[in-house]
């Protein structure tokens, strides 16, 4: 069984800064790309295993997104946040759990960031 553990939400006023971590745990035997998304509908930022980067052009040069392949771990920097930014974040990641195991999608279970203006 594979587990993301998401961290980090909280409630900070316009401009201020938060940083979201995901921890995966399990039966894993590589892990290919990892993302964060709002809502699980809109892509945050998105991470190849070899450091591949995108974002949504709503937090470009704002949220900085970053993995740690030796701890399993994927983190969300997020500055100068504004109220838009409000939601639940979910770490999500493409896993495979044997060498000869499908590709599956997996999901946290999300963690809410608040931002008042």
């Known amino acids: 069984q594979v587990q993301l553990v998401e961290s980090g939400g909280g409630s900070v006023q316009t401009g201020g800064s938060l940083r979201l971590s995901c921890a995966a745990s399990?039966?894993?035997?590589?892990?290919?790309?990892m993302a964060w998304y709002r809502e699980q509908r809109e892509l945050v930022a998105f991470i190849s295993k070899d450091?591949?980067?995108n974002y949504a052009e709503s937090v470009k040069g704002r949220f900085t997104i970053s993995r740690d392949n030796a701890k399993k771990s994927l983190f969300l920097q997020m500055n100068n946040l504004k109220p838009e930014d409000t939601g639940v974040y979910y770490c999500?990641?493409?896993?495979?759990?044997?060498?000869?195991?499908?590709?599956?999608?997996?999901w946290g279970q999300g963690t809410q960031v608040t931002v008042s203006s």
């Open positions: 999500n990641a493409y896993i495979r759990q044997t060498p000869i195991a499908t590709l599956d999608s997996y």
């Open positions: 399990g039966r894993i035997f590589k892990i290919e790309t």
């Open positions: 450091g591949r980067i």
